[in-house]
């Protein structure tokens, strides 16, 4: 895609009903939870609860101030790695949430859907989110999308994987495969691209976290917890996006 369409698809120009200043899109890497939890000699399944209820403020949040769409990372396919007792325990929580929450999403206007390879968390769970995901699809407020069990390479091996079966059935032309069309293939196909990606806890990289789709955000690097975020540590970053110049590969004016 060039410059200039990629400015028609995710800046201004894209952005009709979305406040000045404000992304349309925010990614958000919630990082910190451990820390949060080892600072005050807690169990980390207790930051990792904490960590939600930050997640629910800047939902709230992100909705008020006119963003469009919102995608958290929740749980990166490297977290498999983690000690099995800590996995149950997130495993328990987004059970949890999944069953306390979407009344609340449905009120506030919340879509929610979930990306990533959903299938490793068992029946049970996999059944809770598509449930969640149907019973929300009516919002039109704030597009929230989870990302669980996710990592960005996993997902564009798997598109690639796609279109060489549907190459090798005869169903696709591979030369008609451009960078619009292999958007199409991956778990955020007709989404918008992220404008704005932020991570906490004074981390300075972006873990797996939605490469391809990531070419042309802003980065903020907060140095806060993240079950210390709030709706003042949103604003800084909303700040921080507003003041800078996005020319998609374009030369300054």
Aim: hydrophobic share 45%; charged share 25%.
């Amino acid at each position: 895609m060039s410059a200039a369409a990629r400015a028609t698809a995710n800046g201004p120009a894209a952005a009709s009903g979305t406040p000045p200043g404000v992304p349309r899109h925010v990614g958000i890497i919630m990082d910190g939870n451990g820390r949060w939890a080892s600072a005050r000699g807690l169990p980390r399944a207790l930051g990792h609860k904490a960590g939600a209820e930050a997640a629910r403020r800047i939902i709230e949040s992100a909705g008020h101030a006119g963003v469009g769409w919102l995608t958290l990372f929740a749980f990166s396919s490297e977290n498999w790695q983690r000690p099995a007792e800590e996995v149950r325990d997130l495993t328990a929580l987004m059970r949890h949430y999944l069953a306390t929450e979407v009344s609340r999403l449905i009120k506030e206007g919340v879509r929610l859907r979930v990306i990533g390879e959903r299938e490793r968390f068992g029946p049970e769970l996999v059944r809770a989110i598509t449930k969640a995901e149907a019973a929300t699809a009516g919002g039109t407020r704030l597009n929230l999308n989870v990302a669980l069990s996710y990592g960005g390479r996993a997902e564009i091996a798997a598109a690639a994987r796609e279109i060489a079966r549907r190459a090798a059935a005869g169903t696709l032309d591979p030369e008609t495969v451009d960078e619009t069309s292999f958007g199409g293939f991956l778990g955020t196909a007709g989404m918008p691209d992220p404008d704005l990606i932020i991570r906490t806890s004074g981390e300075k990289r972006i873990s797996n976290f939605l490469l391809w789709q990531a070419a042309y955000a802003e980065f903020v690097f907060q140095d806060v917890l993240w079950p210390d975020y709030g709706p003042k540590e949103l604003e800084a970053a909303f700040g921080d996006y507003a003041r800078r110049e996005r020319r998609f590969g374009a030369r300054a004016a």
